[in-house]
């Protein structure tokens, strides 16, 4: 949802999902009070095991799912998924594989809304802190975080038997 052009040559869009969904949402005037969502991704991926070598990318974009609590319907959750019971470890993971497939002094952008869970939360599961963030979006709970992967530690250090995984 935050892309410009998601599709420049330059941008891999990857979800865990590949589906279509359509929701009650009155919001937006349809005569119908519908809403359909296409999460068509170039690759299927978990973002807690990237199908990349160590290094590959410059930049990465992490937006993780946010909401630990949605309706079964609920708009959010069909747009940005919704975190399971062990969403502290995945998150983790999902910050180590981020850090691992970026070059040294690759920039990550992670963005994180603290509707349910406090950025500070999730800072924690991570050993790099961010260069500079941004408060955006409805109530300013939407955070926007840069990151950069120093270039003095060894890729090997952010997988699966590095510090991260602890």
């Not at 973002?47 to 959010?76: E, I, Q």
């Not at 999730?122 to 950069?148: N, Q, R, Y």
Request: aromatic share 10%; net charge neutral; proline share 8%.
């Amino acid at each position: 949802m935050m892309w410009h052009d998601r599709q420049h040559p330059d941008v891999v869009f990857g979800d865990l999902r590949h589906e279509v969904v359509t929701v009650t949402d009155r919001s937006h005037g349809k005569q119908d009070g519908t809403r359909t969502l296409r999460i068509e991704p170039d690759v299927a991926m978990d973002f807690r095991a990237l199908p990349y070598k160590d290094g590959t990318f410059n930049l990465v974009a992490f937006d993780p799912p946010h909401l630990l609590r949605a309706g079964p319907r609920s708009w959010l959750a069909a747009k940005y998924g919704q975190l399971g019971p062990d969403w502290r470890e995945d998150l983790r993971r999902g910050f180590a594989e981020c850090f691992r497939v970026l070059a040294p002094n690759g920039v990550l952008v992670f963005k994180w809304n603290e509707a349910q869970v406090k950025v500070s939360e999730v800072l924690a599961l991570t050993e790099i802190d961010p260069l500079f963030g941004h408060l955006s979006g409805h109530k300013s709970l939407t955070h926007w975080l840069v990151f950069m992967k120093p270039a003095s530690r060894p890729d090997s250090q952010f997988g699966p038997n590095g510090p991260e995984s602890r």
